[in-house]
């Protein structure tokens, strides 16, 4: 068991078949994936507590990014809208070894300019599914 | 349009296919001219040279900025790994050390606090 730094690690996505670097990437979100539960109480449920039952469904989550935006490079992020319907993949390659890879099928971008900073964009994709862990490395 | 690819690079998984694809493959889609304008690739016809749009020079610096890229060398490093310092991360997110880089100063002898025996004599 490791901590792992994150210095280094790389996210791709999918461009004409083949996963590519996106450059600049300041900061990544995870999926925040989630087993889903639904309240199974009943009235003549006894017991104070409230209890729960798993349905057997998973909600994906979302990927999250935060790049130094360069809308002459970053082409492949904003042309996703050019294709709104078209599934992107992504992968996440950590320090060290592992990765996590994931279709999404929705997309967001947005950016900040402001004058003490770098034009900033910040993307958010929907997962379609869930994401695949890959464990590797050290 | 195709472009072909100038570094091994993994595909999409997709039930048919999976793994890398080499150097050399050449990639028929209509994205084709962004792997070209990110540096992964070259042109193999004439409408993908046409929409990439690349000079010389600028595939020269997207190539060095794709290697940098695949590296997840931080921006702050940047020059860094120009200058041949470093060549990427270890585990622990320290810089692997490059061609260039400055050699590590020993330390200096600690101070000795012991007055010599003929002190005040």
């Known amino acids: 068991m490791t901590i792992r730094r994150c210095k280094g690690t790389v996210l791709k996505k999918g461009v004409a078949e083949v996963l590519a670097a996106v450059s600049q990437v300041i900061g990544i979100d995870l999926p925040n994936e989630e087993a889903e539960t639904f309240e199974a109480d009943t009235l003549d449920n006894a017991d104070p507590g409230i209890p729960y039952q798993s349905t057997g469904r998973v909600e994906g989550g979302s990927l999250g990014f935060e790049l130094f935006l360069d809308p002459f490079s970053h082409t492949a992020l904003t042309g996703i809208f050019d294709a709104p319907t078209t599934e992107t993949n992504w992968e996440v390659d950590f320090i060290g070894g592992g990765t996590i890879t994931m279709d999404c099928a929705g997309f967001s971008l947005g950016g900040t300019v402001a004058l003490k900073d770098g034009l900033k964009g910040k993307a958010t994709a929907k997962l379609t599914k869930t994401a695949t862990w890959t464990a590797g490395g050290s | ?121």
């Open chain 2, 1 to 121: 349009m195709k472009c072909r690819l100038l570094r091994a690079m993994p595909w999409v998984r997709r039930a048919h296919r999976q793994g890398i694809a080499p150097v050399g493959t050449t990639i028929d889609h209509p994205d084709a001219w962004q792997l070209v304008r990110l540096g992964y690739a070259e042109s193999a016809d004439d409408e993908c040279a046409q929409v990439a749009n690349m000079t010389p020079e600028t595939m020269r610096l997207a190539q060095e900025e794709c290697e940098m890229r695949e590296r997840g060398i931080h921006p702050d490093d940047r020059e860094n790994y120009r200058d041949g310092k470093m060549t990427g991360y270890n585990p622990d997110g320290n810089p692997i050390p490059g061609p260039n880089a400055e050699p590590e100063q020993e330390e200096d002898e600690p101070l000795s606090f012991y007055l010599p025996e003929t002190y005040g004599e």
